[in-house]
């Protein structure tokens, strides 16, 4: 079983929909990090947050510490956020970063 | 965008042969990491380096190697490709360890026949 599991792996939304990404862990993490991969390769740094939650635009990050769970949301979707969303945690102790698989969203104009 | 290059940025390579990729950076931080990154898997650490001449392994180093001989270069290098090193491998920085936002290169897509 992967450290980090994030659901769904694909999802299909129309544009304007409120989207949610899951990502959960089965390990004590120090930090969380969202990052979204383009469909052309490149791999952005999104949040990176500890406790509770952050904001940038339309994007909403939350963690629970205590259950292990974090999710991503996007408010008014547009065929532009189209990309593959990535979890990854840094494990208590640990100098590395562990990766979820990823969740490839579409939005459909 | 942060200042992260990696060359080259395609490579097709046959089995046994020697391949250096390169990163190289302008921000002047202090960790650097390579990672692959294969259909069904996650990112995955090859190797880290923590400072000049300060590397350590992650969970896929074999069959790899990596040099930081400067602040602003990380070398990774396959001492004889095999077919399954054929993969996108992307090199990262942050300013101070995982605690710290990174960012991520370009990405080189080796091929290895």
């Known amino acids: 079983k992967n450290e980090v599991e994030q659901s769904p792996q694909n999802l299909t939304a129309q544009e304007g929909e409120f989207i949610t990404i899951n990502c959960s862990y089965s390990v004590g993490i120090s930090a969380l990090h969202w990052l979204q991969q383009h469909p052309g390769g490149g791999i952005v740094s999104l949040f990176m947050?500890?406790?509770g939650k952050k904001k940038h635009g339309r994007l909403i990050a939350t963690i629970n510490i205590q259950e292990k769970h974090s999710s991503l949301h996007i408010t008014a979707s547009h065929p532009r956020d189209s990309a593959v969303y990535i979890c990854a945690v840094r494990v208590s102790g640990a100098q590395k970063l562990v990766f979820g698989q990823g969740t490839r969203l579409t939005i459909n104009p | 965008d942060a200042g992260i290059t990696q060359s080259p940025r395609h490579k097709v390579t046959e089995t046994g042969t020697p391949v250096t990729l390169r990163c190289h950076q302008t921000e002047n931080h202090r960790y650097m990491y390579w990672y692959r990154q294969d259909p069904g898997h996650g990112l995955r650490l090859i190797h880290y380096?923590?400072?000049?001449?300060?590397?350590d392994k992650g969970e896929v180093s074999d069959g790899y190697s990596v040099s930081r001989s400067k602040t602003e270069d990380f070398l990774l290098t396959l001492e004889s490709a095999t077919s399954s090193q054929t993969s996108v491998y992307f090199c990262a920085i942050s300013e101070s360890g995982p605690m710290s936002e990174q960012f991520f290169g370009p990405g080189t897509r080796l091929t290895v026949l």
């Open positions: 947050l500890s406790s």
């Open positions: 380096s923590y400072g000049v001449k300060d590397t």
